[in-house]
C-alpha cells in the first residue's frame, strides 16, 4: 500500500512569501495526485488536481507539481496571506472498479503572520 | 444544492451498540466514500462506491458496512461500536475518476 509523508511539523511564514509544501510517496506513482485545504473542525475543501502525465498545474496563486522519478509533489502558494493559514492535505488516487481509491498524507499545518 | 449532508453532526455511544451513520448528496455524482479522521492524522478510506450496487472496501474497513442503493445516498454502519472507533467521520463524493472530492461536514463519533 502507499506510504505518503508531509511534514507534519507547521510551517511558519511572513506574509507576502511563497510557502512550499511537500508530498512524497513510496509505491507506485497514482493516476492522480490532489491537494486539499481544511480548516479546523470543517470537511477538507478541493484546491488542484494533477495529473501523472502533468508537471505542473497553477490556478491564481497556487502552483502544484508532480515529478513521479522522485515520487514528490510540491505545492505553492505565492504572496501568502494570513487567510492562507490552514492544514493542507495531499492525496494519491488510483481509479478501481468500485471508484476512486484516495490515500491521504497526514497533511501539514501552515501558519501565515502578518 | 446541498451539496454531500451528513447526520448527525454528533453522536455517542457505548461499546457494542450499533448505529448508521447517514450520507446523502444532491449533485448526482457515481462516486462516493467514507473516511474517518483521528486526531493530528490524515483522512483514511473505509469504504467506497462508483455507483448503485458497487462498494469496496479502503483502507481501514474492519468493523463498518455500506451498501449502495440509490445514487444519492451511502450509509456507513457501525456493527458493533468500539473505542478504536471514536473518530470524524467524512462523506465525500465525486464525479468521475480522479474527479474532485465534496466533503460533508463531518460527524464526531465517541465510543465510551
Known amino acids: 500500500s502507499q506510504k505518503i509523508e508531509q511534514n507534519s511539523e507547521a510551517l511558519n511564514i511572513q506574509e507576502g512569501k511563497t510557502a512550499t509544501l511537500t508530498c512524497n510517496y513510496t509505491n507506485y506513482s497514482p493516476a492522480y495526485l490532489q491537494w486539499y485545504r481544511q480548516d479546523p473542525g470543517r470537511g477538507p475543501v478541493f484546491l488542484l488536481l494533477i495529473r501523472e502525465n502533468e508537471k505542473e498545474k497553477r490556478k491564481e496563486r497556487l502552483k502544484v507539481t508532480f515529478d513521479t522519478t522522485l515520487k514528490q509533489s510540491l505545492f505553492h502558494i505565492t504572496a501568502s496571506q494570513p487567510a492562507d493559514s490552514a492544514t493542507y492535505l495531499c492525496?494519491?488516487?488510483?481509479?478501481?472498479?468500485?471508484?476512486?481509491?484516495?490515500?491521504f498524507g497526514g497533511g501539514t499545518r501552515l501558519m501565515v503572520k502578518p | 444544492n446541498a451539496g454531500v449532508t451528513q447526520t448527525p453532526k454528533f453522536q455517542v455511544l457505548k461499546t457494542g451498540q450499533s448505529m448508521t451513520l447517514q450520507c446523502a448528496q444532491d449533485m448526482n455524482h457515481e462516486y462516493m466514500s467514507w473516511y474517518r479522521q483521528d486526531p493530528g492524522m490524515g483522512l483514511r478510506l473505509i469504504h467506497y462506491?462508483?455507483?448503485?450496487?458497487?462498494?469496496d472496501q479502503g483502507e481501514v474497513p474492519n468493523g463498518y458496512n455500506v451498501s449502495r442503493s440509490t445514487t444519492e445516498d451511502f450509509p456507513l454502519r457501525l456493527l458493533s461500536a468500539a473505542p478504536s472507533q471514536t473518530s470524524v467521520y467524512f462523506c465525500?463524493?465525486?464525479?468521475?475518476?480522479?474527479?474532485?472530492?465534496?466533503f460533508g461536514p463531518g460527524t464526531r463519533l465517541t465510543v465510551t
Open positions: 462506491s462508483v455507483g448503485a450496487g458497487i462498494t
Open positions: 465525500a463524493s465525486s464525479v468521475g475518476q480522479g474527479g474532485e472530492q465534496y
Open positions: 492525496a494519491l488516487i488510483t481509479p478501481t472498479n468500485a471508484g476512486n481509491m484516495l490515500t
